[in-house]
């Protein structure tokens, strides 16, 4: 449906050029949950913003093209090259996308029936009393009373609030839904109902999501493929069980191992030492290099390139890192590099 | 706790260094109307050990803490530090207790000053509560506080400014700067949630190195029950303003006895569970819980509980022991918590 061949993002500084984006390849198909994971700052959000070219300048796509295709569209569309009103056509209708924070999304001074009102005269040809009744149906369906139509957005609760960013974003029967880090600030139990109920709509309606998170344990559980960014580039993709239990890129098995799982018995613990490099001079080769625990001379030679990981059988999953297999053991030096990793056992 | 005496977990770690008594908080709304923030809540920290306070937004957690700092005025209850009560009647005595009890917050980003290099944040604190004047001997502590947080080369970040580093860096100058007044107790208000999740746990370890080195008591803040499973050793949840439960941090996280504390662990993300009910489309079919606040009258839970009967709605449920470690408030413990109760009778013969 959703196309991205070799899409590149850069950010024009005074410093030089910021390689947000770097040669990203990514295909998500009808029907699918892809889920793109990556610490703050690695280029996710710019990924999917510039893709549905809602980035101004100093942000500007240098390379590659996204093509769309859907039950609207069914010839494929460029949207790198298409004109202001095509465009306007094709945001909303058929990729909409649920912000981040619901709080400075949503219009404070505009009640929520109006804000769904205006999204759904700007897109369908529908009298008032239809379009109401559809705004009524929209709160049915994220489960908000409807006689919340005439609260403005201060009135309602943080998940609230992103419920109805997620009824806006639906308002107009998309194709596409793109959700960054939708869940990010709310608790864990509103977080788990929301998520639970973006399920059930898709399973409804039919639509395939982009879901955008730094947090790697949530899309394990949510989605049906997973795409890891590292410094702008895609380093890993595969489907959620094969990322959980064969992960072949070291950044992949570091975020991996970052997060305390409630569940099972308590394991060691590394996360990943250092912090991400500086997009505007990256060095030759893997930009995790600094970070990695079985890196080597050989790793400033390498192309970044996605290919298949060599132990696997399906060929869809696929590494940048052309030397660590799943089980390649960990080398001696990685333990020393983590620094004190496990925290003692308690009672 | 009122009526029961319960054991801290965390109690065999060091000797006591703070006490809350029956702490409360209330707010007022106005119109008449009076929010009860913190109700009646107790608890210890001990030096060397970890308290982790879970809960959700809006459940009181952080006003605890800020009561704890001498922030806010507790509408009634005691603090107590190292056995004496706690007044912060005064500037002097204010400052007094504010070199024994530092605060860390959760927003890096918001918490240090834009308009001042590193250098200045740190070096304030080492003259108010250490009293050093001489411009070397703060030089040398300053520097010495940012190898304890192990930003180093020292020189390096000391003449920056809060934006020019990361948010990891950012937290770790908030721990440095809690640090300079060489506290007894921490009171860290959800350290690592604006952080990104691979930077967490280097912060969390960071944290237990320093109450390791120092010994200190520490009170962690977090909505995020996982990360207090490891961390911590004492488990305190709370919602609507009260304990519910409370225990080692293991079996509070592993055989959660409270409604409440089962509904929070069911709903953390599990990616050892991948055929999910996220995933199955027929995702749990819930009430929809968002859209009931907690109750008024009565056990604050009822009207998201399983389990809730006309009791619950009516009243309020006391702490009971459940272990000599561990109590929950809920008036149907033996159905909600059947085989927990059973193991504990079990040890206990």
Known sequence: MLELRDFSVVYRAPGGEVKAVNRVNLKLNAGEVVGLAGESGSGKSTLVYAACRLLRAPAVISGGSVSYQGRRAPEPVEITKLHASDLQRLRWREIAIVFQSAMNALNPVLNVRDQLLDVIHAHLKMTRPDALEKASALLDLVGIPRSRLRSYPHELSGGMRQRVMIAMALAVDPEIVIMDEPTTALDVVVQRDILARIVELKDELGFSILFITHDLSL????????????????????????????????????????????????????????????????????????????????????????????????????????????????????????????????? | MTGIEIESAAAQRGPL????????????????????????????????????????????????????????RTTSGSIRLDGQPVSVATRRAFRHYKSQVQLVFQDPFGSLNPAHTIRYHLERPVRLHQHKDSRVQVGKEVAALLEQVRLTPAEQYLGKYPHELSGGQRQRVSFARALAAR?????????????????????????????????????????????????????LVMYAGQIVERGPAEQVTQQPAHPYTQLLVASAPDPDNLGSALRGGSALRQPRLEATGPATTGCPFNPRCPFADDRCRQDNPPPQLVSALRSAACWHLDAAAAGVLAQAQERQA
Request: charged share 20%; proline share 8%.
């Open chain 1, 219 to 347: 899309l394990l559980e949510l989605s049906d493929r997973i795409a890891v960014m590292y410094a702008g580039q895609l380093i890993e993709i595969g489907t959620a069980a094969q990322l959980h239990h064969e992960a072949a890129h070291p950044y992949t098995m570091g975020l991996l191992n970052s997060f305390p799982s409630l569940h099972g018995p308590r394991r060691d613990l590394a996360g990943i030492p250092g912090s991400p490099p500086d997009l505007r001079s990256l060095p030759p080769g893997c930009p995790f290099l600094p970070r990695c625990g079985y890196g080597t001379d050989a790793c400033t030679g390498i192309d970044m390139n996605l290919a298949p990981v060599r132990s696997s059988s399906d060929p869809a999953h696929v590494t940048a890192c052309p030397f660590v297999l799943p089980d390649t053991p960990v080398p001696e030096r990685a333990r020393a590099l983590v620094g004190q990793p496990d925290l003692e056992a308690r009672p």
């Open chain 2, 17 to 72: 260094a703070m006490e809350a008594v029956s702490l409360s908080k209330d707010f007022r709304l106005g119109r008449g109307q009076t929010l009860h923030a913190v109700r009646d809540v107790s608890f210890n920290l001990y030096q060397g050990a970890v308290v982790a306070l879970v809960g959700e937004s809006g459940s009181g957690k952080s006003t605890v803490a800020r009561m704890l700092a001498g922030q806010e």
């Open chain 2, 183 to 235: 506290p007894n107790v921490l009171l860290a208000d959800e350290p690592v949630s604006m952080l990104d999740v691979s930077i967490r746990l280097e912060m969390l370890a960071l944290l237990d190195d320093l109450r390791k080195r120092f010994q200190l008591a520490l009170l962690y803040i977090t909505h995020d029950i996982a990360s207090a499973r490891y961390f911590a050793d004492e488990i």
